[in-house]
């Protein structure tokens, strides 16, 4: 099995770690996109949504992290245990509604805060006005509050005693506004609190190794300067903000 | 109890559960919510789904939110026929893919249409710079040349030759902007093609009945009391524009 991934990316990240802590066999193929590798033309036979992560098992190919970490589960009966993904019906309902909620909630502004403090100003020299900027982070907090009191709420882990792939879509993703120096945890207990228990079902190593580059997003200027990627991606920036 | 789907059928993601119940026999109560009216702010709907949107179910004492977990819920519950979420690991990461990739894509680029070019002028009068409606439009045309090239190709629907939760999801989510009036099948014929092969697999009575209201927009927007739908300007604005 191939894996195309960037641990830049937050889905590669859920990915990666699931196949990691779970020992499927797989080699790991990277796409950097700090290199605009996804635009290459190999890639583009690979898969023409140019995006990560990337599964290829054989000659079958699948994109869309929510379905690969799905496909693993189901494939890898003996190696993955059942409370990944529950096969208790409401259990796995839980699971699949925060699934399907996050890609346009902590995703989606997860995701832009981390452009807006680690991307956008590197490309453009200039920092994202404030009134955006404070919409972004608005609209994250939102996201976290809902994640709070509604999928977490008293339970250990988000589908009930056990850590599920919801758990950890959920961490990947809340860790890239972190790693651009954002503390989302601080000041939220019972978040923290979360976290260090779905790090420890990873494993604390295995979560750290994974989460290095993105932890060390200050170094991103650099990469996309000796990249030449600078022009590339100013007009892509410029659509962002339209 | 029965199953109480609470839905509004302008709602893409409502259409889809709301077909998929009904082409499957499955017994439920429609409980009607009014999202232009804002009827998903009130006390009792707030019980069921704190996150106030629809669709949303409640089965017993189990409410449950997002289409898609709906769907693959009811699926399950049901067992409903194997083409709809197939059991075979490949053909069922295809669907998967397909209900993971829409939201930001063929969902996002639908609505926004569907916003821009109706609801934000018409009801509550705000006029869409050009170049926002072309950007809107780029990015709808995008979606649908994944879906023909990538999800849909040569084959008579996503997962193959059997219509799928996938088809279902995504012909809901086409059909938001044709209700803004702008038809996407006209210059598209392998997938106004495949919108014929769903809507008769689902049943055209079915299908034409879920679209009736969305289908009625434009007529809709002219009698329209626009009143409880200002208070929301600011955030719909924020959202879109």
Redesign the interface.
Same mark, same amino acid.
């Given at each position: 099995m191939e894996l195309y991934l960037d641990l830049h990316s937050q889905p590669c990240r859920s990915v990666y770690l699931l196949a990691k802590k779970t020992d499927i066999p797989f080699h790991f193929k990277l796409v950097d996109l700090s290199a605009g590798q996804q635009h290459g033309e190999e890639f583009g036979k690979v898969s023409m949504v140019r995006k990560v992560p990337v599964m290829k098992d054989g000659n079958f190919i699948l994109t869309e992290s929510v379905a690969i970490l799905q496909y693993m589960v189901e494939k890898f009966p003996r190696l993955v245990p059942g409370h990944w993904y529950p096969s208790d019906l409401q259990r796995r309902a839980r699971v699949n509604e925060f699934l399907s909620w996050q890609h346009t909630a902590l995703r989606a502004h997860g995701s832009k805060v981390f452009w807006f403090r680690a991307v956008v100003p590197v490309v453009t020299g200039v920092a994202v006005p404030k009134e955006k900027m404070d919409s972004a982070v608005e609209d994250l907090k939102g996201s976290l509050e809902v994640f709070q009191n509604k999928f977490l709420q008293d339970g250990s882990f988000i589908a009930g005693e056990e850590v599920s792939l919801a758990d950890l879509v959920a961490l990947v993703e809340i860790m890239q506004p972190v790693g651009t120096g954002l503390d989302v945890f601080e000041g939220r207990p019972v978040l923290s609190a979360w976290r260090e228990r779905v790090k420890k079902e990873i494993g604390e190593e295995l979560f750290d190794e994974a989460h290095q580059s993105i932890m060390n997003v200050d170094r991103l200027a650099k990469t996309f300067q000796d990249n030449g990627m600078l022009e590339f991606l100013k007009p892509r920036i410029q659509k962002m903000f339209t | 109890m029965a199953l109480e789907l609470y839905l509004d059928l302008f709602s893409q993601p409502c259409r889809s559960v709301y077909i998929f119940a009904r082409t499957n026999s499955i017994p439920f109560d429609l409980r009607k919510v009014s999202l232009l009216q804002g009827e998903q702010y009130g006390e009792e709907f707030g019980r069921i789904n +704190? +996150?106030r949107k629809a669709p949303a179910i409640r089965d017993g004492d189990?409410c449950? /939110?997002? *289409?898609? &977990?709906i769907l %693959?819920?009811l699926a399950? $519950?049901f067992q409903t026929p194997d083409h709809w979420y197939p059991r075979d690991? %490949?053909q069922? &990461?295809r669907v998967?893919?397909y209900? *993971?990739?829409q939201?930001?894509a063929v969902r /996002?680029h639908g609505s926004k249409i569907y916003w821009l070019r109706l609801l934000i002028p018409k009801i509550l009068g705000v006029e869409v710079p050009q170049?926002?409606m072309d /950007?809107a439009l780029e990015d709808l045309n995008g979606s649908l040349k994944?879906v023909e090239?990538?999800f849909l190709q040569d084959r008579p629907f996503i997962a193959g030759d059997h219509i799928s939760l996938a088809d279902l999801v995504a012909i809901v989510e086409i059909m938001q902007p044709v209700g803004s009036g702008l038809d996407v099948f006209e210059s598209r014929p392998r997938l106004a093609a495949w919108r014929e092969r769903v809507r008769v697999a689902v049943g055209t009575e079915l299908f034409d009945e879920a679209h009736q209201e969305i289908l009625a927009s434009q007529e809709m927007v002219k009698d329209m009391d626009a009143s409880k739908m200002q208070v929301f300007k600011p955030k719909i604005l $924020?959202l879109f524009l």
């Open positions: - | +704190m +996150m189990f449950l /939110a997002e *289409s898609v &977990a %693959q819920y399950e $519950k690991l %490949q069922r &990461a998967n893919e209900l *993971s990739w939201h930001t /996002a170049d926002k /950007a994944l090239e990538k $924020k």
